[in-house]
């Protein structure tokens, strides 16, 4: 091990870019998150402000991807990481190219701000989806329309 090397965590990921393309493989985390105890998730890796990420695709090469144009990923949950607080609202995703997601979101705003309008508002990036087994996180740039659902 070099002095230079350091350990990253797996993620296993399917990308959905904007052009309907679909791309699975692997990001990779830090075991130290910035904000928090233990590793950084998967919304703070794509939060981060450098528009490129490396991964590992399925048949073992690498490429960089531009954020940007992730229209969404899925993960699987983790039982173990921190539970967000706020008001949960079920809700009704449809994309620029027509994928449709339904899923609850965790709306944690400031009193007087808890709305669904107020909430995608305020984020500006990436944001989590939660649909059960999976989550999501979803780039607000690439969505059409949103809606509370009675999911």
Not at 12 to 17: E, G, K, N, Y
Not at 92 to 105: A, I, K, N, P
């Amino acid at each position: 091990m070099s002095i230079y090397h350091i350990d990253k965590l797996e993620c296993a990921v399917t990308l959905f870019l904007c052009d309907g393309l679909v791309r699975e493989g692997v990001v990779y985390l830090s075991p130290l998150s910035p904000t928090h105890s233990g590793p950084q998730s998967p919304l703070e890796l794509f939060r981060e402000p450098e528009p490129f990420l490396p991964l590992r695709k399925a048949d073992g090469s690498f490429s960089l991807v531009n954020k940007n144009v992730v229209s969404h990923l899925r993960f699987d949950s983790d039982p173990d990481a921190p539970r967000s607080f706020g008001h949960r609202l079920a809700v009704r995703l449809v994309f620029l190219g027509g994928e449709v997601l339904h899923g609850t979101l965790t709306l944690e705003a400031p009193e007087g701000k808890n709305r669904l309008q107020d909430f995608l508002n305020l984020q500006g990036t990436f944001f989590l989806l939660d649909s059960g087994a999976a989550h999501y996180l979803i780039n607000p740039a690439m969505i059409c329309e949103i809606a509370p659902s009675a999911n």
